[in-house]
């Protein structure tokens, strides 16, 4: 079954500066990948997605890149800010079934 | 305001004892979603439902029960049959399961004493 990698598990910034985490799929059938950024106590909120015939997609200071040859995505947050100190989750999805398989997380701390 | 909402924020039980987690969602959304999700762990997948009255395993399902008997409802009893129920758990639905966004209520941290 698929399989999600992330890495790295703990990442710490400067503010202002640049912040990358990247994923890892295993099935070359997904074809959706969402980041979600999960704060203290709380639900993930969906950040940014990308789909499988796109190469890259950006949103402000987010951008997301896939690779699909290599099966992987990064998420590349700039101009870091205090506040985007939190947990962010990578997630594939496969085309039958629906279903999100979920990285193991990266707490990303930017200190002021 | 739309959304969806998991009650109670905190709840706490002694082993042996059946809980029952509360979902709602006001969002006219399918598709609903139970995650497991520990410490420095990504979120696991317990059960989900594509529409009324229609439920399926997820890759956790052992010591859970779902039920789906209206769309906006989707509650999750944690059995005595589950070995390690501590937990933060997080429902979350979706437009239908083919739609790819998924939204996450604020979640129930459930503690077993």
């Known amino acids: 079954g698929e399989n999600v990698e992330q890495h790295p598990s703990t990442l710490s910034v400067q503010e202002g500066d640049s912040a990358v985490i990247k994923c890892t799929y295993s099935?070359?059938?997904?074809?959706?990948f969402p980041w979600y950024k999960q704060e203290l106590g709380k639900g993930p909120q969906l950040i940014i997605d990308i789909r499988s015939n796109v190469g890259e997609k950006k949103d402000q200071r987010i951008a997301v890149t896939l690779n699909k040859t290599a099966k992987h995505f990064s998420l590349h947050i700039t101009e870091t800010q205090p506040e985007d100190s939190a947990v962010y989750f990578c997630?594939?999805?496969?085309?039958?079934?629906?279903?999100?398989?979920f990285g193991q997380g990266t707490e990303l701390s930017v200190k002021p | 305001d739309g959304g969806i909402t998991q009650s109670p924020k905190y709840l706490f039980r002694k082993e042996g004892q059946n809980v029952t987690l509360s979902c709602e969602q006001n969002l006219n959304h399918d598709a609903m979603y139970w995650y497991r999700q520990d410490p420095g762990q990504g979120l696991r997948l317990i059960y989900y439902?594509?529409?009324?009255?229609?439920?399926q395993k997820g890759d956790i399902a052992e010591g859970y029960s779902v039920s789906r008997e209206k769309k906006e409802s989707f509650p999750l009893t944690v059995t005595s049959a589950q070995k390690n129920p501590t937990a933060f758990y997080l429902c979350?639905?979706?437009?239908?399961?083919?739609?790819?966004?998924?939204?996450f209520g604020p979640g129930t941290r459930l503690t077993v004493l």
């Open positions: 979350a639905s979706s437009i239908g399961l083919a739609v790819d966004t998924q939204y």
């Open positions: 439902s594509q529409i009324v009255n229609d439920f």
């Open positions: 997630a594939a999805r496969i085309n039958q079934g629906g279903k999100l398989i």
């Open positions: 099935d070359s059938a997904s074809n959706y």
